[in-house]
């Protein structure tokens, strides 16, 4: 692979750009999205309604839509070295600009991305939350063939302590979590911190990149057992 041939983890499912969209884009909008975004339950619960509600925040002068599914767990441990999987996971940005856009995102309207996260506490038994899902390699690879990966793969990463994380941007706002409550609403959370960089951090969660560095041995002795059994060519 090319160094400048994006990875098959890293290719988007969706990818739209409209500009100054009327009723019916909005609509072809918000179908298309919702489609995307129906293979993770998280994302299916939050985006359709957050799309909904940020449309009455117009007009806009473009949309643009872009989500990546990523790839299974195991398979994003396997690409480069193990503390890079969070590169290959499943992301997504909406962004709605009411002017062209800028560098200095004063266009942007409203924001919002999604990513994994860690929301764990202490140590985690990697080794052992894995082979309680896949016991072997060749169990892992049965999954992928059967098409049983999805369903597993949720279940290591919930095991894990990772949770699908999607963060709103509003102009003139900080960013804010969002979930969904009991009743269906959307609620917005605001950060309890910021990092040394700026970053926001939230009250129950932190960036999968820490969690991977603090069990990078342990992660990559998961990546070179997988690996032995599934080498590079039987994955395409």
Do not use: K
């Amino acid at each position: 692979m090319a160094d400048d041939e994006l990875h098959e983890c890293e290719r988007v499912s969706l990818f739209l750009r409209e500009n100054i969209p009327d009723e019916a884009t909005w609509s072809d909008i918000l179908t298309r999205t919702r489609d995307a975004v129906a293979v993770n339950d998280v994302w299916a619960a939050l985006v359709p309604p957050w799309v909904a509600e940020t449309a009455t925040l117009g007009p806009f002068t473009r949309v643009e839509v872009a989500v990546t599914p990523g790839c299974d767990f195991i398979r994003c441990l396997m690409i480069r070295r193990p503390t890079s999987a969070a590169l290959y996971m499943p992301s997504l940005r909406i962004e709605l600009h009411d002017r062209a856009p800028r560098s200095d995102d004063s266009s942007v309207v409203a924001r919002l991305r999604g990513r994994l996260e860690w929301s764990g506490t202490g140590r985690v038994a990697v080794r052992e939350h894995i082979h309680a899902v896949y016991p072997t390699p060749e169990a892992w690879m049965r999954a992928r063939r059967t098409g049983a990966v999805a369903t597993t793969d949720r279940d290591l990463l919930a095991s894990l302590g990772f949770v699908h994380t999607l963060v709103e941007e509003r102009r003139g706002q900080e960013e804010r979590l969002l979930t969904v409550g009991d009743d269906g609403t959307l609620r917005r959370q605001s950060p309890v911190g910021r990092t040394g960089g700026g970053a926001p951090v939230w009250a129950d969660r932190e960036h999968v990149f820490r969690f991977m560095r603090a069990h990078r041995e342990e992660f990559a002795a998961v990546a070179a057992e997988f690996a032995t059994a599934a080498p590079e060519r039987d994955l395409g």
